[in-house]
């Protein structure tokens, strides 16, 4: 059984739940965005609302335009028929889910309802490096402006086979020529080729380093030059840091064993996805 916690306003449901939010900030971006919105006055609300259970389960739903949020810091699928209940699952059609993978594949099986996986991110964090890990030849360095064309366009393949579409390519400059200057992008070479490459984070509503951008030249896919970029780097971050963070294509088995071997361990799975009918 589970209990039902309603709020008398948007305000008291965010209070109630802004610990929550804030505990976990690469699980929850998407939501603490779509709240920014809510109190902009900028997406209309439909329907807020906590499932909660003895053995300490939150569960967290919110219902916006064109948005159904639905995030919990534990599974528990026997809240299942109550969530349906409380967001009147038959009214959504042609709607997007977003939030923790679990509960919402459970929630549109149990429905029988197709739909599309339009993200699928899992979280790793990454406290100690994997002592064992053996890294591959070459050297992790910073990125060098005498190979600024090769870096952008290494980026563009980044962002379409990660985003599906291909960037800006003058943003895309102005993203490497950052990176070269603040000196946090890192590039893995081996016989004078750029292997890898991979962008340091430190976003402000996270707090703590994030690796991202990790991109293996098509060239030299397969050959451990990834791992080992992600390796050497996190082997600094944690010299100054208690743990870093990354995302990865939740889709992608290789790219996700890449950060195991390397010592990191999946805290979560995001999803989006599009209910078809």
Avoid at 136 to 146: F, H
Avoid at 197 to 204: D, S
Avoid at 231 to 250: A, D, P, S
Wanted: charged fraction near 25%; charge should be negative; proline fraction near 2%.
């Amino acid at each position: 059984m589970c209990e039902v916690k309603r709020f008398n306003d948007f305000r008291e449901f965010y209070r109630y739940n802004e610990s929550f939010i804030n505990s976990d900030p690469m699980q929850n971006i998407f939501l603490r965005r779509v709240i920014d919105q809510v109190f902009k006055g900028q997406i209309t609300i439909f329907n807020f609302f906590n499932l909660l259970d003895k053995n300490g389960t939150q569960l967290i739903a919110l219902i916006v335009d064109q948005f159904c949020l639905i995030y919990s810091n534990k599974f528990n699928p026997k809240m299942n028929e109550v969530l349906s209940e409380e967001l009147e699952f038959h009214r959504f059609n042609r709607y997007t889910f977003a939030g923790n993978k679990l509960v919402i594949e459970n929630l549109l099986n149990s429905h029988n309802s197709p739909y599309t996986i339009q993200k699928h991110l899992s979280i790793y964090r990454c406290d100690k490096v994997n002592p064992e890990f053996e890294h591959n030849t070459g050297t992790c360095k910073l990125a060098d402006l005498k190979d600024f064309e090769e870096l952008v366009q290494l980026s563009l393949y980044f962002t379409e086979e990660y985003d599906g579409k291909r960037e800006d390519i003058n943003e895309m400059k102005s993203v490497i020529a950052s990176g070269i200057s603040e000196e946090n992008l890192y590039q893995w070479s081996d016989n004078d080729s750029i292997c890898a490459i991979a962008l340091v984070m430190y976003r402000e509503q996270f707090g703590f380093p994030e690796i991202g951008h990790l991109f293996t030249n098509p060239k030299h896919r397969n050959k451990n030059y990834a791992s080992s970029l992600v390796y050497k780097i996190t082997e600094r971050i944690l010299k100054e840091n208690n743990f870093c963070m990354l995302y990865t294509n939740g889709q992608n088995k290789a790219s996700n064993r890449t950060f195991v071997k390397v010592g990191y361990v999946k805290t979560g799975d995001y999803i989006m996805c599009f209910k078809e009918a």
